[in-house]
């Protein structure tokens, strides 16, 4: 009886090193020095094109700063949409990283990705239920967190501390 009991536990045991191996396996490896820098160089070309608009808009069409920020961020807002439609932007951030990522552009390829993704579900249960899926809960993080703040600025202005 107490051979039976072992030959399970073997055989559990077995199946748990089959399961490392596995994963050992299909576990990608990445050089983080390298995935760095090309992280840093996706991201710093991100933000060089937007000085560039930035400083167009301001020099060439003689806008104020935050009009120039409000076109800069709405084009490249436009530009990641676009990129994101015709399934570049993904392999951007495939090769860049966080560096795609974690600019403006990354977050509207979150919400464009997620459109694309669940258009064939329809309008409203489709692209109106899911497009927030991944960009709902910083949305809603942002204004509690803003909310917060004001309030809280609000309080130490009428007590005089601010």
């Known amino acids: 009886m107490a051979q039976n009991n072992q030959k399970p536990q073997t055989i559990q045991q077995k199946r748990e090193q089959d399961y490392r191996e596995h994963v050992e396996q299909v576990t990608p490896k990445y050089n983080l020095p390298y995935q760095m820098v090309k992280a840093f160089v996706v991201g710093g070309i991100i933000c060089v094109i937007g000085q560039c608009i930035l400083n167009y808009a301001t020099n060439k069409m003689g806008l104020d700063k935050e009009t120039a920020g409000s ?14 439609g015709f399934n570049l932007y993904p392999k951007l951030v495939e090769w860049g990283g966080g560096g795609a990522l974690v600019p403006i552009t990354g977050f509207a390829n979150s919400i464009a990705s997620a459109a694309i993704e669940y258009q064939k579900e329809g309008q409203v249960f489709g692209i109106g239920c899911k497009i927030f899926t991944i960009a709902g809960p910083v949305i809603l993080f942002g204004i509690v967190t803003s909310w917060g703040l004001g309030l809280i600025y609000w309080a130490l202005k009428m007590f005089g501390v601010l």
């Open 71 to 84: 076109w800069c961020s709405m084009l490249l807002v436009l530009a990641s949409v676009l990129l994101t």
